[in-house]
């Protein structure tokens, strides 16, 4: 016999944590639980998996550390093999479920396939929020109306954000009852799907993700403000893969980094600010599904982008001939991580200096980054490439040079990244192409062969890149989606 109320507890890539979870706590509330994972072949195929092979390596190790504190809490992580929309349906019935928990996503993907299990199901499917601090819906202005400027949502949600608690994990689980048998799945393991491990990336699981949060707070957060900017320093929290497979629940990062608000307020506030930026991204997604495919600003629809191999493989490979441009793209393939700074620098650089479509580079972050995220991602790539919401003015083109010289003063980002100039004095390490041969000879650098001469000259880049973006855009009518 089951007793009234059993619920199936759907843990789906991004909530691999038991603290703050908020459907488990619901279940738990409730009666009998049984948590469950599905390997969907949607991202577990080999071939599937090995096109995110940094962000596979993340989730296999946040899913073995979830199924071993599921067991160890007294209860087991089930994990079924097939498509969730099939495979959800079929054990809620054989395991007779009354209900299936799950937290909400806010991709178009995941709201199609939510869409097709509700539909497929006999018992009633409820979402919990925990990807983002409040629902991707419900920040709204004056009028009802999502917003399309970030600083009017941020005020708006600040405004109405009630006290963030987040809930604490459970001290145990009740077993699986009796009836409920499966056999489970293998945990994948990167091997098994063909895929080397990285020893770079950082480690996965929501012990991992809760060490991270806590030497931020205690370390890091109180100077968020002057150093977050810096790509040589260690200045921001490294949170963003947590976010993304919620080994941390952004409740719990708001309310850590809150407890220091009175220390350090301008510090924090930059910092929540950060996570308010998340939140507009999702809630933007949520609201313009369409802004995976097609730029925010419709005057952008048929832009002349240029094709050109050679230098996307120069930006590819790290090989621009400009020092952070290189950096920001070595520490990719390499770390499956970039500095903010360096991303947007990367960023802009693809698409004003080379006219390369910013799909294309938001495409390649998708493959490297361990923090990868649909939302956030396609927002920077738009914000950098001035056709997203509240995006950089396309006009706004960044020179790497300076851009390095402010935010790598001593040039200690390059000289990790591109160590060809690691010799290379901090006066000179951002523009190697202007220092003098002596110099240059002195650190061991020979341009053209040890390091690449510019691909594109700044200023005529720039020059270009305007031309081509004023005749085009003022041809269009201006136009918003
Ligand atoms: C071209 C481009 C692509 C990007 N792609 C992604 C991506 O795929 N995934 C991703 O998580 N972030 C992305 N970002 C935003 C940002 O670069 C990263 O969130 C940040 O570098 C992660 O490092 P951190 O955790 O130390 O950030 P912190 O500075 O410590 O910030 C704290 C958290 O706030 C959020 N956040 C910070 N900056 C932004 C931002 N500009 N937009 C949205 N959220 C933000 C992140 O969740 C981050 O973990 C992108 C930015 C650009 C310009």
Known sequence: MTSERRTLVWFRGKDLRLTDH?????ALREGEVVPLFVLDPYFFAPARARELPHRMQFLLESLAGLHEEVARLGSQLLLAEGKSVDVVPALAERFRATRVVAQRWTEPFGRERDRRVAAALRVPFELFDGETLVGPEK?????????SVFTPFARALRRDLPEVQPLPAPKRLPPLPADVRLQSAALPTLSSLGIAHNPRLQGGGERAARQRLKDFVKAVAAQYDAHRDRMDLPGTSRLSADLKFGT??????????????????????????????????????????????????????GFPWTEDEAGWQAWVEGKTGYPVVDAAARQLLAEGFVHNRARMIAASFLTKHQLIHYRRGEAHYMKYLTDGDWAQNNAG??????????????????????QGEKFDPNGDYVRRWVPELAGVPAKLIHRPAEAPSKALTAAGVELGKTYPTPIVDHALARDRFLKVADSYLKAQPARTR
């Not at 920040?139 to 917003?147: E, I, L, T």
């Open 22 to 26: 908020a459907p488990l706590r619901d």
């Open 139 to 147: 920040v709204r202005n004056g009028s009802g109306q999502p917003f």
């Open 248 to 301: 941390l629940c952004v409740r719990t990062v708001w309310s850590a980094v809150s407890e220091l608000e009175r220390d350090a307020p301008s510090a924090i506030n930059t910092y929540t600010n950060e996570l308010l930026w998340r939140e507009f991204t999702h809630a933007t997604l949520w609201d313009r599904p369409h802004l995976l495919e097609r730029p925010f600003r419709a005057d952008f629809d």
């Open 381 to 402: 790539w738009q914000w950098s490439a001035g056709c997203g919401t509240d995006a950089q003015p396309y006009f706004r083109v960044f020179n790497p040079t300076l």
